[in-house]
């Protein structure tokens, strides 16, 4: 039998002080917040490939640093993972072999040597050649072919006549599409088509790089992310198109992303998430949120006021930072939420729009996808978490809203989603805690609290605990992590704080046993940036743990 976990009042308000100063200790001279993304060993491959690449970009050592970065992270086994502390994976270990063979083969043989035969015991070239097998597929394919481990004739082909097709189709590839029409125009370079199909094929290559300087970014990037960003450069380069000035634009952004250890994130922050969470946890704590007036232009300076080049979304979204991510509909709850809390009214425009944004963007089967309605594409689409995020946010906009028939839609499909357990999938975070937990809430948000969607997911939050009293992904073997245990302990409490007093004290008190000095927490790589790719994000392990105490105060010790 576990044995009941004390919570000291005085501890709890001290650990809940701390983070609260961590916090503001970490705000911007705008008003926002933004944590820090987990290094990449597949952002810094590439990056430190593009570079190479154009030595006149890079500065002096930074190439080395990088390499260096990545044979000091690789695992006893011979791979690499995605966010530092993972277990290897395809993804990054066949990527990582190609770089560093093409960058310097004679210093990293054994590191090499020993990814290769990662790679070999884990399906070989075979697999990364299976896009159903290896979720980055398309670059380390090529990479393995532009590296000279396989030939050009034995990679899968990526057309660039996908351009040519209707936006309505072609979009569906979201925000991989710069990537793939990139890589398409290297795989011709090598690998050219018969003569007569070559008028196609140029007219493909002259809009694909019209839509390419398009879609990049007023920074350089695209997407805010060094491993795109980069991947385009080499894939631009070796294809010897001329993109002089894509290729201009895009190396600064790189260059200046190169991190002091040597290493590049994935994407650069995360700063709309971030700070509509530091509003979430004032308001759960009962405390108003300083330079509020910042905080609320900030939000409202950046939803996108135009249609969206890329997506062909509306006016009306938010991404996850700028100058160059793209609209999503996570972002975009997040935004609006937050806006709600920092007292910009509903019949605001801002909020209007927003909301015009999410009717425009629901799916046929009335769940919401990240960034392309009707995609089914492997991160871009139906998805319970985000679909709960979205209905969290009408729960804020009055009743026609919260009780419309976009709402209506929304709950039927979660009704068919939820698994029989009880439990919910969640597309941008590690399966089950975080859309379970997700779901819970909006159904509360909602006032469905008795409904049996919501009996069955809290049933399953309390039952999947683990049995040092945190939360893991519930699975039952991963160790809990500050994150899941906030999402349980958080959603629980507003659920049924008296029912469910045992299991929301344990996990309390894991919280509170766990803080660090300074007031944060370790994070743990839990977020999900691409189909099984993961990363961690300090700003999740400082938030969430702080929303989960101050629920906590305000509702049994306060309450």
């Not at 634009?249 to 530091?278: H, T």
């Amino acid at each position: 039998m576990m044995e009941e976990a004390k919570i000291e009042p005085h501890s709890l308000v001290e650990a809940q002080q701390r983070a609260f100063d961590f916090l503001e200790s970490h705000r911007r001279p705008d008003g926002s917040w933004v944590g820090e993304m987990s290094s990449s060993a597949l952002a810094t491959a590439i990056s430190c490939l593009a570079l190479s690449l154009h030595p006149d970009a890079a500065p002096e050592g930074a190439v080395e640093r990088g390499l260096g970065w990545l044979a000091a992270d690789q695992n006893p086994d011979g791979g690499w993972g995605d966010g530092v502390v993972d277990p290897s994976n395809m993804n990054a270990t066949s990527l990582t072999a190609a770089v560093l063979s093409m960058c310097a083969p004679g210093e990293y043989e054994e590191e090499i040597r020993a990814a290769r035969e990662w790679v070999d015991r884990h399906g070989g070239f075979e697999a990364i050649n299976d896009p159903s097998r290896v979720t980055l597929s398309g670059p380390c394919r090529s990479l393995w072919a532009l590296c000279g481990f396989v030939r050009w004739e034995e990679i899968r082909k990526l057309p660039t006549e996908m351009i040519l097709l209707p936006r309505r189709i072609r979009r569906t590839v979201s925000t991989t599409f710069p990537a793939f029409l990139s890589l398409s125009m290297m795989h011709e370079h090598f690998r050219p088509a018969p003569g007569f199909w070559q008028p196609v094929k140029s007219r493909a290559r002259r809009e694909a790089l019209g839509w390419l300087r398009k879609a990049q970014g007023p920074n350089g990037s695209y997407e805010e992310s060094a491993f795109l960003t980069s991947l385009i450069v080499v894939a631009l380069t070796q294809a010897e198109v001329g993109a002089t000035d894509i290729l201009g634009r895009a190396l600064p952004f790189i260059r200046e992303s190169q991190r002091e250890d040597g290493s590049w994130p994935i994407d650069r922050d995360l700063e709309n998430f971030d700070s509509a969470q530091a509003v979430f946890a004032y308001h759960a704590a009962g405390r108003p949120v300083p330079r509020a007036g910042e905080l609320r232009r900030w939000f409202l300076a950046g939803q996108f006021r135009k249609p969206f080049f890329a997506t062909s979304s509306p006016p009306g979204g938010w991404a996850w930072a700028l100058p160059a991510g793209w609209p999503d509909s996570d972002d975009t709850a997040y935004a609006l939420k937050a806006l709600r809390l920092l007292g910009v009214s509903p019949d605001h425009e801002a909020i209007r729009l927003g909301l015009s944004w999410c009717y425009a963007m629901q799916n046929r089967d009335g769940s919401w996808p990240t960034f392309v309605r009707n995609s089914r594409m492997p991160f871009d689409h139906d998805d319970p978490y985000i679909t709960s995020q979205i209905l969290s946010a009408f729960s804020m906009m009055g009743k026609e809203v919260r009780e419309g028939r976009r709402a209506r839609r929304a709950l039927r499909y979660l009704r068919e989603k939820q698994h029989e357990d009880g439990s919910f999938d969640s597309l941008w975070f590690r399966a089950y805690t975080r859309g379970t937990a997700n779901v819970l809430e909006a159904l509360v948000d909602l006032g469905l609290a008795r409904d049996e969607m919501a009996q069955k997911a809290a049933r399953w939050l309390a039952t999947h605990q683990n049995d040092d009293g945190g939360w893991s992904d519930g699975h039952g073997e991963a160790p809990s992590t500050a994150e899941e245990t906030s999402w349980a302990v958080g959603a629980l409490l507003r659920y049924d704080p008296v029912r469910h007093r045992r299991e929301i004290e344990r996990g309390v008190r894991w919280l509170i046993d766990r803080q660090r000095p300074d007031g944060g927490w370790d994070p743990a790589v839990i977020g999900l940036y691409y189909a099984s790719l993961s990363y961690s994000n300090s700003f999740y392990a400082l938030t969430y743990p702080l929303i989960a105490l101050s629920r906590y105060r305000r509702r049994v010790l306060e309450g």
